[in-house]
């Protein structure tokens, strides 16, 4: 069976103008590094430009070497590859740079959540919402992470029968998703749940079309019937709706707690909604309904979409190393067992225990990390590295080009969580590998999503080996996430 992780480098049609330059573009007092000769529509017919997937763009720019510049239409565009380029965008210079245009169009569908608020609103939205992924709290949730795990695999040994196929990116993303539901609204993958991840699913479906339509935000405020934007407005018509009436009824349970002077809920939203800003004044130091209601978008997608993502592509490569699934099944066996010397779940308590599963992990997004790319745009005329930009600049970097550089990554296509160790990772720059972001923007939940992985993965390996169907097609879909195309077919086979 053939994976991208497995294919070998497709020969692109190279213009023969693009031939990397050895030296630093002069333009003015500006200073670009090589890239694209002509403006970018001008390679719509060549193999590595596809509106569909830019990782096939982002592949041949980095070719030219530390960063590639490029342009379409008016605007300045520079992919960046070197850690330390990134580290001064993401950290040292951050104040300079805002979110760029397509991580904005997500307000269209996320509103001003923490994935796409900049300057003060960013900030405030992330103190109120701080105490919500504190460490002591996000823990609490391990033992409702293996409760939901475990039933996944009881449903498996139900249903099961030699032979039988399942999806097993399906299988985790409603895995993940009841996960998220009772984390985040203590409550069961309700019609509501539903509604709102098929709500979500739509738009997401929709994403790359409002990308790339010029002036989405005006159109939609202006009512212009366009296609796309007609379905954009029903659905996220339904998902406000739906959203609004979940927060109200949480607002009213919480109402009445107080009142009789019980313990509000330990859910994220109960958090949210009790959560005030200490630096804040007046109404102003809380979420007000449509904050609340942008951050429970937020944290719903991004709490299912990424984890559900990651441990999809863990169980591709585990099928694919047998000498790996081996290693993570022998930790597994020795680490999950009781007094008796019987398999047990799994515990907060273990994750320390469980080093290699972890790794296997982060191996996992390394090669397929959910979050594949990130951008900027320059608030003023900046310089990076050697290279000095105009103010308006965009700059990108892409997880998924980065994480398999050669510099860092010996034979990078290589499934290898060796790659994790200790030692390993500290030999490594910050930014060679950074799935979930990295300075003041850094994922909030991102704690929450290790501690879901470890412990899902460590449950299902447990009891179960899955193993590929052959001749399957394995492609990449970077949509907002990186998901399997076409899913992930997979033959569950009982351990024990």
């Not at 213009?15 to 590094?33: C, E, M, V």
């Not at 990782?55 to 041949?60: A, D, M, Q, R």
Request: with cysteine.
């Amino acid at each position: 069976m053939a994976s991208p992780a497995q294919q070998p480098a497709q020969e692109l049609a190279t213009p023969q103008a693009d031939t990397p330059p050895a030296t630093i573009l002069h333009r003015g007092k500006f200073r670009f590094p090589p890239g694209l000769r002509l403006n970018l529509p001008f390679y719509s017919f060549s193999k590595f430009f596809d509106p569909r997937n830019p990782i096939l763009l982002f592949e041949y720019l980095a070719k030219f070497g530390r960063a590639a510049h490029y342009r379409l239409l008016w605007h300045h565009i520079v992919l960046l590859t070197d850690p330390a380029d990134i580290r001064e965008v993401l950290v040292d210079k951050a104040h300079l740079f805002i979110k760029e245009r397509t991580q904005k169009r997500m307000r269209i569908l996320l509103g001003e959540g923490l994935i796409t608020a900049d300057g003060e609103t960013h900030k405030r939205h992330r103190r109120i919402a701080a105490p919500a992924f504190h460490r002591q709290r996000i823990q609490a949730y391990a033992s409702t992470i293996v409760e939901y795990a475990d039933q996944k695999s009881r449903e498996w040994s139900y249903q099961w029968r030699p032979g039988r196929q399942i999806d097993v990116a399906d299988e985790m993303m409603r895995l993940a998703l009841q996960i998220t539901a009772r984390t985040l609204f203590d409550t069961e993958v309700t019609p509501e749940i539903h509604a709102i991840n098929d709500e979500s699913n739509a738009v997401m479906d929709m994403y790359n079309s409002l990308v790339s339509l010029p002036r989405a935000e005006d159109l939609l405020r202006w009512r212009i019937p366009v296609p796309v934007l007609i379905r954009f407005r029903r659905s996220k018509k339904h998902l406000d709706q739906v959203v609004d009436q979940m927060i109200a009824a949480k607002q009213a349970e919480i109402a009445q707690a107080l009142r009789e002077g019980r313990q509000i809920g330990g859910d994220l939203l109960s958090m949210l909604i009790a959560a005030r800003d200490q630096e804040g004044t007046g109404g102003a130091n809380k979420l007000s309904p449509s904050e609340l209601r942008d951050e429970v978008l937020t944290i719903f997608l991004a709490g299912y979409e990424t984890v559900a993502n990651a441990l999809s592509w863990t169980w591709l490569l585990l099928g694919q190393n047998p000498h790996a699934e081996a290693r993570l099944h022998a930790e597994v066996d020795s680490v999950l067992l009781d007094q008796s010397g019987k398999p047990r779940l799994p515990t907060l308590e273990d994750l320390p225990q469980l080093p290699y599963t972890e790794m296997v992990i982060a191996e996992a997004m390394r090669l397929y990390p959910p979050a594949w790319a990130m951008g900027r745009q320059a608030t003023e005329d900046v310089e990076i590295g050697p290279y000095r930009l105009p103010k308006n600049s965009f700059v990108f970097f892409s997880q998924y080009i980065v994480h398999r550089d050669p510099r860092f990554y010996p034979d990078p296509e290589s499934f290898r969580p060796e790659r994790f160790t200790p030692e390993a990772k500290a030999s490594r720059p910050k930014f060679a590998y950074f799935p979930f972001g990295g300075g003041g923007r850094q994922c909030i939940g991102e704690s929450f999503a290790w501690m879901e992985a470890i412990l899902t993965l460590a449950t299902l390996a447990q009891r179960w080996r899955l193993t590929l169907v052959e001749n399957q097609t394995i492609a990449l879909q970077p949509k907002i996430t990186l998901r399997p195309k076409f899913g992930i077919q997979v033959t569950p086979q009982p351990r024990y």
